[in-house]
């Protein structure tokens, strides 16, 4: 299904639906209704007639002042189309074309989020999240074959899905390898415009301990009033939304948004975990520098995040393997998750 580009700022989501069209207009304020006639029924013709001189007059009058105003209107009106138009190329970025890097430098940067070192993690712990996993028990758990499934679902569109994106390959990637990921960018019509990222679409994941899935529905290609289609939900993959992605496990007005997480039917995220704003303006070789850095804003929102993702697959596989479960970093999260 295709997804709009409706933004919620504040809770870090992307919403499926329609594009927001204009407000409803009532029968009077749109005119013709009741109350809404200056000039009523005349009584007599001599009222009729007085009254018909007085609007010719009020018409002419009005005509003059009019015309003083004609030059004066017609500059505010050119200088306000200049500011429209530079503000609609500042929020579209559409002056700043968005250069991936590819060959050599792609795989540079997707070596340095997939190998992001201990010590790193360790030191930012908890960073700054402003989205946990949630904790679920009254749902069966959500495995393929004897191993946990975590499932992704989001759309390349979608900012909230650019900033949670590196989040979870950086977590996911203590457990396993990533095969195929690919560079990205969120739409550039949408809030926090051309977020850089990275792509699951055409990517694989292999671990001895659980099971990846990540599902982009959408390019950041327009399509009408939505976004190309691009994945498309596994049976499985749809009743997982159908179910989780829905009240009571998520607020009605959120349901169906992305990004959407399911850690094994045992946590929940749904929505982006931190703020896209801290990789405005960022390219994918400046995001990945920094994540490796603990001083800086972006390693404190991703890592933070893949901390918290950590405990709670941890969780998951059984405290397995020994050497992710049992640091510093993914225990950061231990008393707030379990």
């Not at 010590?119 to 959500?142: S, T, Y």
């Not at 990789?279 to 920094?290: Q, R």
């Amino acid at each position: 299904m295709p997804w709009s580009r409706i933004a919620d700022r504040y809770r870090y989501r992307c919403r499926a639906g329609p594009e927001p069209g204009g407000q409803a207009t009532d029968s009077a304020s749109a005119g013709g209704g009741a109350g809404h006639g200056k000039v009523g029924m005349a009584k007599g013709e001599g009222t009729a007639r007085a009254q018909a001189r007085q609007v010719l007059e009020e018409q002419r009058r009005r005509r003059v002042r009019q015309q003083g105003f004609v030059a004066a209107g017609i500059a505010v009106a050119l200088v306000a189309t200049a500011v429209v138009a530079m503000a609609i190329v500042k929020i579209t970025g559409d002056d700043e074309p968005v250069v991936l890097p590819s060959g050599a430098a792609a795989a540079e940067v997707i070596s340095q989020v997939t190998g992001v070192p201990p010590e790193v993690l360790d030191r930012v712990g908890k960073g700054e999240v402003g989205r946990l996993p949630v904790a679920i028990e009254d749902v069966p758990a959500l495995t393929v074959g004897d191993l946990p499934l975590v499932l992704y679902v989001g759309a390349e569109f979608c900012p909230f899905c650019a900033s949670q994106r590196w989040a979870v390959v950086v977590a996911l990637s203590r457990f396993g390898t990533f095969t195929g990921l690919g560079l990205t960018y969120s739409a550039s019509d949408d809030v926090y415009p051309n977020t850089q990222s990275l792509t699951f679409h055409g990517a694989t994941f292999t671990s001895e301990y659980l099971v990846f899935q990540g599902v982009e529905t959408a390019t950041n290609v327009r399509q009408g009033s939505g976004y190309e289609p691009l994945d498309s939900l596994t049976p499985q993959q749809h009743q997982v939304m159908q179910t989780l992605n829905a009240p009571p496990y998520v607020e009605q007005r959120a349901a169906g948004s992305i990004p959407f997480m399911a850690i094994g039917n045992r946590y929940l995220v749904d929505g982006g975990s931190y703020s896209p704003e801290v990789l405005k303006g960022k390219s994918v070789t400046e995001i990945a520098s920094a994540v490796g850095d603990p001083s800086t804003a972006i390693a404190t929102g991703i890592v933070g995040t893949a901390n918290a993702m950590t405990t709670a697959i941890c969780v998951l596989t059984g405290n397995r393997p020994g050497e992710v479960c049992n640091g510093a970093a993914a225990k950061a999260y231990a008393s707030a998750l379990r």
